[in-house]
């Protein structure tokens, strides 16, 4: 099916990565207040909102600075270590789960998962913008997010099957390996990016990254 879309290397490696990081944590998505509510001291739906609120408050003020930073720093390697940097910090924040028992762990961890996906969003819009294929700029845009939103959809039926028969430190583990697979593979990528910018980068689509609830 790849094939089809007939994308360049970078493309066709950065939607990889992305539809390997997404459905990893589509795996939590659907669950992650149950997991609050039956894992966690204290845990209930007032916890899994102050969690949902945490993320999105720190990415709300971390993306763009980070956003303006690589900007200024007109080359590819550093939005590709964005990239590898915010999807390790991801690990740290799911691997941290297995761990928890009470609230304040969850937002710490939280907090660096949101710290994660404002590095990883900028390096990775910023890569995929230049190097689309001239004519491709819609196309390439809309079947990643319908090759990640298959990911996601995929890993939300399977997530709670997964918890209901292994538990959900199995279930974490799990999205871990996703995860480090999508940090893996941009690094395919390294010698064929740009150490200055070389391409006017077109306006990208909104990532839109789904906070597990």
């Not at 003020?61 to 590709?80: F, Q, S, T, V, W």
């Not at 001239?134 to 196309?139: S, V, W």
Request: net charge positive; charged share 15%; proline share 4%.
């Amino acid at each position: 099916m790849f094939k089809f879309f007939n994308f360049n290397k970078i493309i066709k490696i950065l939607i990889l990565s992305d539809i390997s990081l997404l459905t990893g944590l589509g795996f939590i998505a659907p669950i992650f207040a149950i997991f609050l509510t039956t894992n966690i001291e204290g845990g209930n739906v007032q916890v899994a909102g102050f969690a949902a609120s945490i993320f999105w408050i720190v990415e709300c003020l971390a993306i763009i600075p980070i956003g303006k930073y690589l900007d200024r720093n007109h080359g590819e390697k550093d939005d590709l270590l964005f990239i590898v940097i915010g999807n390790f910090l991801t690990v740290l924040a799911i691997l941290g789960y297995i761990f928890a028992d009470l609230p304040w762990h969850i937002y710490f961890l939280q907090i660096i998962y949101a710290l994660g996906m404002s590095m990883n969003i900028p390096g990775y819009t910023a890569i995929f913008t230049r190097h689309i294929d001239k004519g491709k700029e819609a196309f390439s845009w809309s079947a990643r997010g319908a090759l990640v939103a298959v990911g996601s959809g995929v890993g939300g039926a399977l997530g709670g099957i997964v918890a209901h028969n292994f538990g959900f430190n199995n279930l974490f583990i799990g999205v871990i390996i996703f995860i480090l697979l999508s940090s893996a593979l941009p690094l395919l990528l390294y010698k064929d990016i740009s150490v200055k910018n070389k391409k006017m980068p077109k306006v990208p689509e909104t990532k839109i990254v789904q906070l597990p609830k």
